[in-house]
């Protein structure tokens, strides 16, 4: 299996522009103030490419976590009691699950979408993420959006 993802909590200076753009347009999208990711890119100052490279990978910090939505999204090999390994796994963390949608399996794959919800009891949030892409037959674990 790959490596792990490592989640860093780094302050804004610290952070190379072009970052900071993404998540821009990725704001002017959500207020539609820009309807394509090519508008958006463009008002930001950076190119579509770019934006697409990294909209997965930052999201603004919220110190107060607590009631914060977090919708994922990967691939599962489609194994008897994987699902429900994933399941125990966000539980074990003290996580709720809002939302599960798996996908009928192509190839052995089924594409999973989740949506938790982060409480005021919930464990370390990068450590669960962590846990369930260390889980054999889990692929790709992202955060698709956080609210």
Known sequence: MGESTVYFVVK???IPEVLLKVVEAKKLLEMGKALTVQEAAEKV???RGSFYKYKDDIFPFHDNAQG???TLTFQMDDEPGLLSDVLKIIADFGAN???I???IPISGVASLSLSIQ???TTGDVSEMFTSME???GVHHVKILAKE
Do not use: D, N, P, V
């Open 12 to 14: 804004q200076k610290a």
């Open 45 to 47: 100052g950076i190119s």
């Open 68 to 70: 914060t939505t977090i």
């Open 97 to 99: 699950i809002l939302t």
């Open 101 to 103: 949608h798996q996908s």
């Open 118 to 120: 982060i409480l005021e």
């Open 134 to 136: 260390r889980q054999k």
